[in-house]
């Protein structure tokens, strides 16, 4: 009966402070929230009242201490869990947010907003995998959000999923014909399949989309739109139109890294590169270390017979990255040039442990091991590269132009993946 009084009289008092908050008197409102949670400090109307006083008034340190309190007294209410995970979240608890709008979802499993906050957090943590199952469940409570369509479509693409990304582009698409998000995420998925001059069609018209309301404040957008266009232009076999537009994008942003690297990768694969490598030195400025520029330098000096400098960027590259196979084959192909057949047959032999299948690099090491003077072993990889491919009987054995290997390139194509 006691408690039963304290309440009552908590209660008025808090009807009270509630009156005052909404006639904009927050202070007084506040000083009577106070006074209801003297009067029974287990009264969870008020607390929860105060907190979200608290909240509002950018203070979600204090919101959740009355928060906590709120939840011993009442621990099976989800809007409960749901406040504090915000309050968690901006605090930057990403994990304890994460908690409580799980146990926000076990005790209310269609609670929409709990569904956004959780899937939200863990793609901002990168946890694309569980963030997924979350993900599908919010666009099953709202199918014709767009946020939450575009969202799961970007996180569909990051785990290889590109069929699943371009339904959700679709129903975007749908919806708002020029979303220029929907059709930037649906030529990055038709880019993982293949579809290359599908996803030119869908760049081109982002950029047209963007282009037409170019501001100061959005030309590092407008840049990377560039950049996406000419990277899709690249796939489908337009390189000249791919570096027009590539330098464009740098013309636009000369900060964008990403850009600036693409075009050095463009002018290399079009022979230009003294210019690639003033983009990469440009780059190795401001990114000291960075191994994709690494890589792409060192098959420069290749290109220009500078092995010694090959040789050093294709070791620091493998130094920080020791798992790229591309960073290998340079380091061979330098060591080659300076005939340490050793070295050169070391780094074969670790591409082989990773590509046996290959034959251009048994082929190749057996021509190591012919300069070297190895007759045995270099027998044993012809036959190998034999075995695999027939064309590979009438391949020369002996070093041509002062020290250089005649190289498939075509056959280790499949070292030129992205890094």
Same mark, same amino acid.
């Given at each position: 009966?006691?408690?039963?009084?304290?309440?009552?009289?908590?209660?008025?008092?808090?009807?009270?402070?509630?009156?005052?908050?909404?006639?904009?008197?927050?202070?007084?409102?506040?000083?009577?929230?106070?006074?209801?949670?003297?009067?029974?400090?287990?009264?969870?109307?008020?607390? %929860?009242?105060?907190?979200?006083?608290?909240?509002?008034?950018?203070?979600?340190?204090?919101?959740?201490?009355?928060?906590?309190?709120?939840?011993? %007294?009442?621990?099976?209410?989800?809007?409960?869990?749901?406040?504090?995970?915000?309050?968690?979240?901006?605090?930057?608890?990403?994990?304890?947010?994460?908690?409580?709008?799980?146990?926000?979802?076990?005790?209310?499993?269609?609670?929409?907003?709990?569904?956004?906050?959780?899937?939200?957090?863990?793609?901002?943590?990168?946890?694309?995998?569980?963030?997924?199952?979350?993900?599908?469940?919010?666009?099953?409570?709202?199918?014709?959000?767009?946020?939450?369509?575009?969202?799961?479509? +970007?996180?569909?693409?990051?785990?290889?999923?590109?069929?699943?990304?371009?339904?959700? %582009?679709?129903?975007?698409?749908?919806?708002?014909?020029?979303?220029?998000?929907?059709?930037?995420?649906?030529?990055?998925?038709?880019?993982?399949?293949?579809?290359?001059?599908?996803?030119?069609?869908?760049?081109?018209?982002?950029?047209?989309?963007?282009?037409?309301?170019?501001?100061?404040?959005?030309?590092?957008? %407008?840049?990377?739109?560039?950049?996406?266009?000419?990277?899709?232009?690249?796939?489908?076999?337009?390189?000249?139109?791919?570096?027009?537009?590539?330098?464009?994008?740098?013309?636009?942003?000369?900060?964008?890294?990403?850009?600036?690297?693409?075009?050095?990768?463009?002018?290399?694969?079009?022979?230009?590169?003294?210019?690639?490598?003033?983009?990469?030195?440009?780059? #190795? $400025?401001?990114?000291?270390?960075?191994?994709?520029?690494?890589?792409?330098?060192?098959?420069?000096?290749?290109?220009?017979?500078?092995?010694? +400098?090959?040789?050093?960027?294709?070791?620091?590259?493998?130094?920080?990255?020791?798992?790229?196979?591309?960073? #290998?084959?340079?380091?061979?192909?330098?060591?080659?040039?300076?005939?340490?057949?050793?070295?050169?047959?070391?780094?074969?032999?670790?591409?082989?442990?990773?590509?046996?299948?290959?034959?251009?690099?048994?082929?190749?090491?057996?021509?190591?091991?012919?300069?070297?003077?190895?007759?045995?072993?270099?027998?044993?990889?012809?036959?190998?590269?034999?075995?695999?491919?027939?064309?590979?009987? $009438?391949?020369?054995?002996?070093?041509?132009?002062?020290?250089?290997?005649?190289?498939?390139?075509?056959?280790?194509? $499949?070292?030129?993946?992205?890094?």
């Amino acid at each position: 009966m006691l408690l039963f009084n304290k309440n009552e009289k908590a209660r008025k008092i808090l009807d009270e402070g509630l009156g005052r908050i909404r006639q904009g008197d927050r202070q007084g409102g506040l000083e009577k929230l106070n006074a209801a949670i003297q009067t029974a400090p287990k009264f969870a109307p008020a607390l %929860v009242a105060r907190a979200q006083l608290m909240a509002e008034a950018g203070r979600p340190d204090q919101a959740l201490g009355d928060i906590d309190q709120v939840i011993e %007294v009442e621990p099976d209410i989800a809007s409960h869990y749901f406040f504090r995970g915000l309050c968690q979240r901006v605090l930057n608890r990403p994990n304890k947010a994460i908690a409580d709008f799980d146990q926000c979802l076990r005790l209310e499993p269609d609670h929409s907003e709990a569904v956004l906050e959780i899937s939200s957090l863990l793609v901002r943590q990168e946890r694309l995998e569980e963030a997924l199952p979350f993900l599908d469940r919010a666009v099953e409570l709202k199918p014709d959000d767009v946020g939450g369509r575009l969202t799961r479509a +970007r996180a569909l693409i990051a785990l290889r999923q590109p069929e699943r990304a371009l339904d959700d %582009v679709g129903v975007v698409g749908k919806q708002q014909p020029h979303s220029i998000e929907a059709l930037r995420l649906g030529a990055r998925a038709l880019l993982m399949l293949r579809q290359y001059n599908e996803a030119v069609t869908l760049a081109r018209r982002a950029l047209q989309l963007i282009e037409a309301e170019v501001r100061p404040d959005n030309k590092s957008e %407008v840049a990377q739109i560039n950049l996406e266009y000419a990277q899709a232009l690249d796939r489908a076999g337009q390189a000249k139109d791919a570096l027009v537009t590539a330098t464009r994008a740098v013309t636009m942003d000369p900060t964008n890294n990403e850009a600036l690297f693409f075009r050095g990768a463009m002018l290399q694969s079009q022979g230009r590169s003294p210019e690639a490598m003033e983009d990469y030195s440009e780059l #190795l $400025h401001r990114c000291p270390g960075w191994v994709p520029v690494l890589i792409n330098r060192a098959g420069c000096y290749l290109d220009r017979g500078q092995a010694q +400098r090959a040789l050093s960027d294709a070791s620091a590259a493998l130094t920080k990255a020791p798992d790229q196979p591309i960073a #290998l084959f340079n380091r061979a192909r330098a060591q080659i040039h300076v005939g340490d057949w050793m070295a050169a047959g070391a780094d074969l032999t670790g591409l082989l442990e990773r590509f046996p299948k290959d034959p251009a690099i048994w082929l190749e090491r057996a021509r190591v091991w012919h300069a070297a003077g190895r007759p045995d072993e270099c027998a044993d990889d012809r036959y190998e590269a034999v075995k695999r491919d027939a064309k590979m009987q $009438h391949e020369p054995l002996e070093p041509v132009k002062g020290g250089r290997f005649i190289t498939s390139v075509e056959g280790l194509r $499949h070292l030129f993946a992205p890094v």
